[in-house]
């Protein structure tokens, strides 16, 4: 027999999951900052400064950060968290390149690095503010099922 009432406070408490706008802003500028990095790491790779003319198997470091957006799109908390880490790997080659290469490379590599920061922003305010809405989303069906 079914009944119209929710059993479980798990059901209790997904209506109060959804998340915020903040929490969705956050989504979405991490989407579009990976999606920017992805563009601009094969771009550059292959036809704006390449390291060799026609270019290089170099511009396969996009293909991670790939692999990082599906998770996104899927709103994985763990993809979040794993590209936050993950970042810090396409910061150091813009550091790196933009201190070493000459004009062209050097303003792409500047271009990466702040891809890289945006990322890392989004995906740890998205990683906090969604937490901390399923913690409060906890707490008011734990309050709705002692009362």
């Not at 479980?8 to 969705?24: H, R």
């Not at 490379?105 to 399923?134: D, N, P, T, Y």
């Not at 008011?140 to 009362?147: F, G, K, P």
């Amino acid at each position: 027999m079914t009944d119209a009432t929710p059993s479980t406070t798990t059901e209790l408490a997904l209506p109060a999951m959804q998340p915020g706008a903040d929490v969705a802003a956050t989504r979405w500028l991490a989407a579009g900052s990976l999606l920017g990095l992805i563009v601009l790491s094969v771009a550059w790779e292959l036809w704006l400064a390449p390291l060799r003319p026609g270019g290089t198997l170099l511009f396969l470091k996009a293909l991670p950060l790939a692999f990082a957006l599906v998770g996104l799109l899927k709103r994985r908390m763990y993809t979040y968290r794993w590209v936050s880490l993950l970042v810090w790997l396409y910061f150091t080659e813009g550091v790196v390149r933009a201190w070493g290469d000459a004009a062209p490379s050097r303003w792409l590599a500047m271009g990466e690095i702040a891809l890289c920061v945006l990322l890392f922003m989004a995906c740890a305010a998205h990683v906090r503010w969604r937490q901390k809405a399923v913690k409060a989303a906890r707490a008011a069906a734990a309050a709705s099922v002692a009362a």
